[in-house]
């Protein structure tokens, strides 16, 4: 009984047009919630409680990213208001948003994705066709996209 190595030589399989590449646009979130940069802190922590999400991007009337703001951003700003005893009513997405901001092209390979996100250590990446919004792109999806996958060349 020899020993079977897993990197042993793939099988090689004819291509059909379902193999194309995993694109981040198959796997990317369309349906977003989005910010303005006039809204209030409090109403992004409202969206970011009620939605569960964990920040989304801010765009402007034309449907253009202008920046992303997070819980983290949301709590350095509550937390400070909170502990000075400050009202928040004049704290606005602008003033805490990340205004520069790395995208992702849709039609990426979701491992180069992967890759891209191991390398940032970010947790979201929006998607821009023709300078508007058109997804995000998160590590969840990544992960979806990958065990997606079967493993067609693995020996049982």
Not at 34 to 42: A, H, L, Y
Not at 134 to 151: E, F, H, P, R, T
Request: charged letters at 30%; one cysteine or more; glycine letters at 6%.
């Amino acid at each position: 009984m020899g020993i079977k190595s897993f990197l042993a030589a793939r099988r090689s399989k004819k291509k059909t047009p379902g193999d194309a590449p995993l694109k981040v646009s198959d796997y990317m979130t369309r349906n977003l919630i989005t910010f303005k940069k006039d809204q209030r802190i409090e109403d992004v922590v409202g969206a970011i409680i009620k939605y569960r999400i964990s920040g989304g991007p801010v765009v402007n009337d034309k449907n253009e990213l202008i920046g992303l703001i997070s819980e983290t951003d949301c709590i350095k700003q509550v937390s400070e208001s909170r502990y000075y005893n400050m009202p928040m009513d004049n704290e606005t997405v602008e003033k805490h948003m990340v205004k520069n901001v790395d995208t992702i092209d849709g039609n990426m390979n979701i491992f180069d994705a992967a890759t891209k996100f191991l390398e940032s250590k970010r947790r979201r990446f929006p998607i821009v066709e023709n300078g508007k919004l058109v997804g995000q792109i998160s590590q969840k999806d990544v992960l979806k996209a990958a065990m997606s996958l079967k493993g067609s060349t693995w020996e049982k």
